[in-house]
């Protein structure tokens, strides 16, 4: 029986050290950090990540400042106020919630968002920082987390094999470029990969970014691997994951839960990258 990854716990401890951050920062500069969240159009789950940001904000002592534009707001719209944004004192961090509406172009928008102030790490700015291996960008908040996740496992990273299934910019390829940074042997698999399972069942670490349900069955897990699940997948009975849970947690060593693992550490890294951008800019 796999052990548990407790991404709630975690999560809440890394929010602690973040408030004493920002209650510092507060006291030395006599302001919040500041987050700007920008959401466009009405997209129901997007509106839920939001709030649950704007709370974390409030649990951290961070100033969060929210704005909605209608869906059919123009990409001009978008930049003018991220722009604004940019040049705006009072804000550390900006983050554009995702997706953005068919005539918005999601690579142009995130582009415009000032590095320093690029709290969800996907300016192509921070983005090749990590890939180079360089300090001082911040990092995607989903495989920072992911990393902090692992470690807490106390299980080695160096010298292990991690197979990442999904190629995404957002955790696919960090979270692969993360992991050569801790010193493993990193497989990516995707949806051209021919005899998954081969790559799946050797892998140490075994992270599911694919965005379907149940994909990652007991049979294609190796004894003893830490699993890290990723998926945020919704139907009529709930919120699942990329992995069989129910199974795969015979199997594995240790396993992450959907909800309760990823996601809430997703979060805290966010304000983690916010108020290092805060303290690091000033």
């Known amino acids: 029986m796999a052990e548990l990854i407790d991404g709630k716990k975690l999560a809440l401890k890394i929010k602690g050290e973040v408030r004493v951050y920002a209650e510092k920062f507060e006291?030395?500069?006599g302001r919040k950090v500041g987050l700007a969240v920008v959401k466009v159009g009405d997209d129901p789950a997007s509106a839920i990540y939001v709030r649950n940001k704007v709370k974390a904000c409030d649990e951290c002592n961070?100033?969060?400042f929210t704005y909605f534009l209608n869906g059919d707001s123009s990409q001009a719209d978008v930049i003018?106020?991220?722009k604004k944004l940019n040049n705006d004192n009072a804000v550390d961090g900006i983050l554009v919630q995702l997706p953005l509406p068919k005539h918005v172009?999601?690579?142009t928008v995130l582009a415009e968002i000032a590095p320093q102030k690029d709290a969800d790490g996907f300016h192509v700015v921070n983005a090749g920082k990590l890939f180079l291996g360089e300090s001082g960008g911040s990092v995607a908040c989903t495989p920072r987390g992911i990393i902090e996740l692992i470690k807490s496992t106390d299980q080695p990273i160096a010298g292990k094999h991690a197979v990442v299934v999904g190629r995404s910019n957002i955790v696919g390829k960090p979270i692969a470029a993360l992991?050569?940074?801790n010193d493993a042997t990193v497989t990516?698999?995707?949806s051209k990969t021919k005899n998954l399972s081969d790559f799946t069942k050797n892998a140490d670490i075994l992270v599911a970014a694919v965005g379907k349900k149940n994909f990652i069955t007991a049979d294609m897990v190796k004894?003893?691997?830490i699993v890290i699940d990723v998926g945020m997948n919704r139907d009529e009975s709930g919120l699942h994951g990329d992995v069989d849970f129910d199974n795969v947690k015979d199997v594995a060593g240790y396993i992450t839960p959907v909800p309760g693992g990823v996601g809430p550490m997703t979060v805290a890294m966010l304000l983690l990258n916010t108020v290092c951008g805060a303290t690091s800019n000033e």
Do not use: M, N, W, Y
């Open 105 to 107: 172009d999601e690579r």
């Open 188 to 190: 990516v698999c995707h």
């Open 223 to 225: 004894p003893g691997a």
């Open 80 to 82: 003018a106020l991220i």
């Open 62 to 64: 961070v100033q969060s």
């Open 179 to 181: 992991l050569l940074q």
């Open 27 to 29: 006291k030395t500069l």
